[in-house]
């Protein structure tokens, strides 16, 4: 049985960090292409990065460019999100997605038809 399972949200104060984990199974992770999705209330589904399977290479949404880093750890099974520098406009559920599609693609995909979904995290930054 596939899971993602998205741990690492909570409530913090502009300027703060968080990481954000994802712990996946029931797939071969390795294979896969990972990244972050989120979506604030009353707001469609936004990429926010991802990072490939053959080479690591990441992807981000111009919003979060600088401020945050994707990361893998293949023998886990794990995939991270290191959110520094967090704005109130970063308020968001962020969930964890898997799938086949190329990384530089999932910034137009806007998340249809991924693969795998986690059920994700709530991250709130107050100003």
């Known amino acids: 049985q596939v899971q993602l399972v998205e741990s690492g949200g909570g409530l913090v104060q502009a300027g703060d960090s968080l990481r954000l984990s994802c712990a996946a199974s029931?797939?071969?992770?390795?294979?896969?292409?990972m990244g972050w999705f989120r979506q604030a209330p009353g707001k469609e589904r936004e990429f926010v990065s991802a990072?490939?399977?053959?080479?690591?290479?990441?992807y981000y949404a111009d919003s979060v460019k600088g401020r945050f880093i994707i990361s893998r750890e293949n023998a886990k099974d794990m995939l991270y999100l290191q959110m520094n520098s967090l704005k109130p406009e970063d308020t968001a559920a962020y969930y964890c997605?898997?799938?086949?599609?190329?990384?530089?693609?999932?910034?137009?995909?806007?998340?249809?038809?991924?693969?795998?979904w986690g059920k994700g995290t709530l991250v709130t930054v107050s100003s």
């Open positions: 029931g797939f071969t992770f390795s294979r896969y292409t």
């Open positions: 997605a898997a799938d086949l599609l190329s990384a530089g693609r999932w910034s137009t995909s806007r998340g249809y038809g991924m693969n795998y």
């Open positions: 990072i490939s399977w053959s080479d690591s290479s990441t």
